[in-house]
């Protein structure tokens, strides 16, 4: 019996937790993402979603300092408030952006516009990560706690009989997946099983395609 117990893996029973590092370095690059945008592209004043972030950053790391394990009834809606202000902040700046170009209002040099659409979609990018991540199987104290079984991302480790029995999804996992489906405009190697998972993965997707599309016919152009 104990060898069987030993063979189950981490993702299907209760763990110590993830560590915070990978996720709160992800975020202090969006916001600086954020930041360095030029001004007619950030919602106004350019200082205060950034600022509102930072904070709720502040508090999240109060909650769980070291590992993401502890249960606080404020936990899941103040992440979800911090992803959203990303996002919402990311699509307004991406909605400004292909505004300008479809417009031919842009006027830049090809270097400022591209490093500014790739600001645009590598925050994107960690949107969606973090999306993923605060979602499958209830988010990361669930997931710890093994509080739900059933996946809302199928990753291969978990059909990989001879794994690590250590392995279980962490941030940089979710990061993968949002990397990949951005630049891939499809799954890879992680499957998503629920129908909320395949909807944003779509949605994802999509603003990638439009984002990519847009901004690299438009540099092309400025380079002729």
């Given at each position: 019996?104990s ?9 299907l ?5 993830e560590q ?7 975020i202090?690059l ?11 592209l ?5 200082w ?7 904070g709720?950053?502040?508090?999240l790391?109060?909650?769980n ?12 809606p103040?992440?979800t ?8 902040a990311n ?6 952006l ?15 516009l591209?490093?500014?659409g ?5 925050t994107n990018v960690?949107?969606f990560?973090?999306?993923y ?8 104290v669930s997931r710890?706690?093994?509080?739900r079984?059933?996946p809302?991302?199928?990753?291969p480790?978990?059909e ?9 999804p962490?941030?940089?996992d979710?990061?993968?997946l949002?990397f990949?489906n951005?630049t891939?405009f499809s799954p ?6 629920s129908r909320w ?6 949605s994802?997707?999509a603003?990638s395609l ?12 400025l380079?002729?």
């Amino acid at each position: 019996m104990s060898g069987t117990a030993e063979r189950v893996p981490a993702w299907l029973r209760v763990t110590k937790g993830e560590q915070r590092w990978a996720v709160t370095a992800a975020i202090a690059l969006a916001v600086t993402l954020q930041l360095v945008l030029p001004d007619r592209l950030a919602f106004r004043p350019h200082w205060l979603l950034p600022a509102l972030e930072l904070g709720l950053v502040a508090v999240l790391i109060g909650l769980n300092p070291v590992r993401i394990s502890r249960r606080h009834p404020w936990l899941r809606p103040l992440s979800t408030a911090l992803i959203a202000l990303i996002s919402l902040a990311n699509g307004w700046s991406a909605a400004l952006l292909v505004l300008d170009l479809l417009t031919a209002r842009a006027g830049e040099e090809p270097a400022p516009l591209l490093g500014s659409g790739g600001a645009i979609w590598l925050t994107n990018v960690i949107a969606f990560a973090l999306w993923y991540w605060e979602w499958d199987r209830g988010g990361p104290v669930s997931r710890s706690r093994g509080d739900r079984v059933r996946p809302d991302f199928r990753f291969p480790q978990m059909e990989d009989p001879d794994g690590h029995p250590d392995w279980e999804p962490h941030f940089l996992d979710y990061f993968y997946l949002s990397f990949t489906n951005a630049t891939a405009f499809s799954p890879t190697d992680v499957m998503p099983m629920s129908r909320w998972a395949k909807m944003l993965m779509l949605s994802q997707s999509a603003i990638s395609l439009v984002t990519l599309a847009v901004v690299i016919s438009r540099a092309v152009s400025l380079f002729k």
